[in-house]
Nanobody, 120 residues
């Protein structure tokens, strides 16, 4: 499975973006997928994750602003981001991982990243 992230861009504070993670080569519908982000000088952190049966998990900073979903017919996972803030500026990556209990565990397969820039 190769992951491809898209949908980033420049948006004003309060605006919205929809990121998409797509799989090329094979389906990832049976896999858990996570979105991570990394801002300059900071560690990569989990934004949201979804299991194969659509269980979800979000980073504490999300506070209801983002929604992760999956479209199994299109073999895609989306991250709808509303109410964006300048501190959401980062490169966003999708990841193929696993689900243990209530937690997402990142795997070794990453998409190439898509840049989200939120202006104030």
């Amino acid at each position: 499975v190769q992951l491809q992230a898209s949908g980033g861009g420049l948006v004003q504070a309060g605006g919205s973006l929809r990121l998409t993670c797509a799989s090329s080569g094979s389906t990832f519908n049976d896999d858990s997928i996570g979105w991570f982000r990394q801002a300059p000088g900071k560690q990569r952190e989990l934004v949201a994750a979804i299991s194969s049966n659509t269980r979800t998990n979000y980073g504490g900073f999300v506070m209801g602003r983002f929604t992760i979903s999956r479209d199994k017919a299109q073999n895609m996972v989306h991250l709808q981001m509303d109410g964006l803030k300048p501190e959401d500026t980062a490169v966003y990556y999708c990841n193929q991982g696993d689900w243990f209990g209530t937690s997402y565990v990142k795997g070794t397969k990453w998409g190439q990243g898509t840049l989200v820039t939120v202006s104030s």
